[in-house]
Structure formats: structure tokens, C-alpha cells
């Protein structure tokens, strides 16, 4: 029992949605997979969003736009041709429970922006673009640059970069959460990077497609390797060596 | 607040406090195949069926639930008596302790309805969100399988 909780509301449009997260100890409900197993006490109200976002996935122009509402498991079951089959791999690597999957949202997971869910790690590479409704309207924003303000309502990736993305990921078991994520994709701008996994935070890097060899990406391995603790999955200089191997085998599969 | 949805073919009201979640719900109204074990979304006992998906109780809020289909165990139950699936796991030693028993049967049952023969890769992702303590899942995913075949049998008349 959440015994702090008072309400559930249930906005008919995101305005009105908005208009009820001003209130104190009020929450957007999405999914819920997250907040219901939390139940934190400062939560009074919950907004639920369900209904209000769109749950499909659609091509505009070249661009891949999903709706915050989708399923991780929707995108584990979509019909994908090849180069969407990474976005599959990496929501089952995200959360292992398919009951969990089934129930949690992308725009939750996203929303979290935890550094050990693929999910996200991925989308940075990607590069992908978020649309945000807020108070004074939509914008469009980074992954990096959004504030955690408003609602996140659609999901934009670019489909040629999907086409040219890989992931890589270090655990103890395949099926056990990574202490290692590092995903890389090609863009107009050359090779983006972004690490995740049980790091302090998240490590995003664009370069240059001829440059991505051997003293940038001993670079890049250092550099990363700063989020990361020594801990009970090895020691930083360990996790450095195998930053390395997972650049070296993305400038090989890219 | 009042909320309506349909719990195992029945129109089922509830009238319940907002913090309250589907597993507290169904065990109060005496629908004890849905197990109580993590209350954090991690071991699945507690699985049962919103709109034909596998998910964990514990997790679902009740007052989010209105005009959904909610089904646990007890519906195949009153409906078929034994299900072939759980003759399967009865023939196999699919059960042990049987805390996770009913979950495993709801999530191989989600899965049956789009996959009517899954196969091994299948049955073992249905099975991934729910915790088994003592068996391990060599033999659920037998049963599963061993189901598979003697439904085979049955439509070919062999």
C-alpha cells in the first residue's frame, strides 16, 4: 500500500496534465513500473498519462518517431526490418523481465535517463531527439539538454544513423544488467559515442569518421573510464582495457 | 473512488484507496493464486494477465485499472478444471514448492495466445520475469514444450 498517495488523476489533454503537476507531491504515471515499486512518501498525486501518448511507431521523412506511450516490449515485438533489430536487443537488455517489460513505458525509461539501461545509453548515440510539451508549448531538445521539465511525447531518431548503430555490453551473464555499456552510431557529423552502465554518468563523444584509430580511441577509453569505480566487476584499469575492445570492435562493425 | 474493469470474464467494481495495488486487491478479495513475494516488481509471483500481458501485480495500481480485462489462475481453473498446460507440468515435476506455479502458468498462457506453439526461445522469455527459487526452469520449459507436442498429437488424431 502507497499510504502517502491521496489521488490518481486522470487529465483528458496534456495541458491539463501540466496544469495538474503543478500541484505539490504531484507525479507524472506513465508505466508506473518505477514509482509503484519506489512508493515514495513525497508523493501525494499521481498524473496518469496513460491514454494521452501515442503508443505507435511511425517514419517521417527519414526519421523514426516513437511514441512515449510505447511498450519496452512493443519494441522488443515489432516488426523491424534489420537495422531496428538493435533497438529490440537493447529493450530486452534493458529490463530482463518480460512482465516488467510489458508495463514500462519508453518515455519512463528515457525519463529516468539511468546510465545502466541500453535504452538509453543507445538513444544517445543515437542522437535522438526528444519532443517535450511544456507550459509555453512543444519544443524539440536533446537527451543531454533536457531538464526533466514537461512531457516527453515522442522520441526522434534519424533511421540512416539506426542503420549504422551497434552496442556492446559487459556483465557478469548475459542475462544479468551490464556494468558496461558503450553503444556508437554514424552520423552526417562522423562516429557519436555515449558509455553508460554502472557509471556515474553517462559519456557522450562525437568524432571524426578517419580519425576514430588508435591514439583517439586509447583517448576515448581513458576519458570514459572516468565514470567507472573500481569495484566488485573489476578495477578501473581493467574497465579501460575493455573501453578499448568494445571501441575496437564498434569501429569495426560501423 | 470507484473503479470498474473485468476480473476473470466478470464485471468486477472496486472501491479502493488510491495507494492500493492489484496484488493487495485480488489476495483481499480471496484470489490467492496471485502470490505475494518481492513487492518491487522483481520475482513475478504475484504475475497476472491485464488485457492478455503478463504483468506483476504489485506494481499495478488498482485505480489504474478501469476498463481493462484483469485475469488470474482461477479463471482457466473454472472454466477447464485442469489445464492441459498444468497436466504438463504435473507429468514433468514441473513443481516444486508451487509458489511460482500459478505466475509461470499465466505467463506461458500470454504467450500461447499469440505463439499457440512457441518455441524454446519463446517459452524461456515468457518465463523471464518470473523468479523460480527451487526448480529452475529446465522443467517448465519441458512442460511447455511436452504441451506443445501433445496438442500436436491432438490435432493430427495421432
Not at chain 2, 116 to 140: F, H, N, Q
Request: hydrophobic share 40%; glycine share 8%.
Amino acid at each position: 500500500m502507497w499510504s502517502s498517495l491521496e489521488s490518481i488523476v486522470k487529465p483528458k489533454t496534456i495541458a491539463e496534465a501540466l496544469e495538474f503537476r503543478q500541484t505539490a507531491g504531484a507525479r507524472f504515471l506513465a508505466g508506473g513500473s518505477y514509482l509503484v515499486s519506489e512508493q515514495d512518501p513525497m508523493v501525494t498525486t499521481l498524473i496518469d498519462l496513460n491514454g494521452l501518448l501515442e503508443t505507435d511507431v511511425r517514419e517521417e521523412a527519414a526519421a523514426l518517431v516513437f511514441g512515449a506511450g510505447l511498450t519496452l516490449q512493443s519494441l522488443v515485438e515489432f516488426q523491424w526490418d534489420t537495422p531496428g533489430v538493435i533497438l529490440a536487443e537493447a529493450a530486452r537488455y534493458s529490463v530482463s523481465s518480460k512482465n516488467i517489460r510489458n508495463q514500462r513505458t519508453l518515455g519512463g525509461e528515457i525519463a529516468r535517463m539511468r546510465t545502466d539501461s541500453e535504452l538509453c545509453v543507445l538513444f544517445h548515440a543515437l542522437r535522438g531527439v526528444l519532443h517535450i510539451t511544456g507550459k509555453a508549448g512543444s519544443i524539440k531538445t536533446s537527451l543531454e539538454d533536457w531538464d526533466g521539465n514537461g512531457i516527453l511525447t515522442h522520441i526522434e531518431i534519424s533511421r540512416k544513423t539506426l542503420e549504422h548503430s551497434a552496442l556492446e555490453r559487459y556483465a557478469l551473464l548475459p542475462s544479468a544488467p551490464a556494468f558496461m555499456i558503450v553503444c556508437g552510431a554514424k552520423s552526417t557529423h562522423g562516429f557519436n559515442f555515449c558509455t553508460g552502465g554502472r557509471a556515474r554518468n553517462y559519456w557522450t563523444e562525437t568524432c571524426a569518421e578517419k580519425a576514430f584509430k588508435g591514439e583517439a580511441i586509447r583517448n576515448f577509453s581513458e576519458a570514459a573510464s572516468e565514470q567507472f569505480e573500481s569495484d566488485r566487476y573489476g578495477t578501473r584499469a581493467y574497465k579501460k582495457m575493455l573501453l578499448k575492445i568494445a571501441f575496437d570492435r564498434l569501429r569495426e562493425k560501423l | 473512488m470507484k473503479v470498474h474493469f473485468i476480473l476473470n470474464g466478470k464485471r468486477h467494481s472496486a472501491k479502493t484507496p488510491p495507494g492500493e495495488t492489484l496484488l493487495e486487491h485480488l489476495r483481499k478479495s480471496g484470489f490467492y493464486s496471485v502470490k505475494h513475494g518481492c513487492d518491487e516488481g522483481s520475482c513475478g509471483a504475484c504475475t497476472v494477465l491485464i488485457d492478455g500481458r503478463a504483468q506483476n501485480a504489485c506494481l499495478i495500481l488498482v485505480q489504474t485499472l478501469a476498463g481493462k480485462t484483469v485475469e488470474t489462475l482461477e479463471h482457466f481453473n473454472l472454466k477447464q478444471g485442469v489445464t492441459p498446460l498444468q497436466e504438463a507440468f504435473l507429468k514433468t515435476g514441473a513443481i516444486q514448492c508451487g509458489y511460482c506455479t500459478p505466475a509461470m502458468l499465466l505467463a506461458l498462457e500470454a504467450v500461447k495466445r499469440t505463439h499457440p506453439k512457441p518455441d524454446i526461445e519463446t517459452i524461456r522469455e515468457a518465463l523471464s520475469g518470473v523468479l523460480c527459487r527451487c526448480t529452475g526452469y529446465v522443467k517448465p520449459v519441458a512442460a511447455a514444450m511436452h504441451e506443445n507436442v501433445t496438442e500436436g498429437e491432438e490435432q493430427t488424431g495421432d
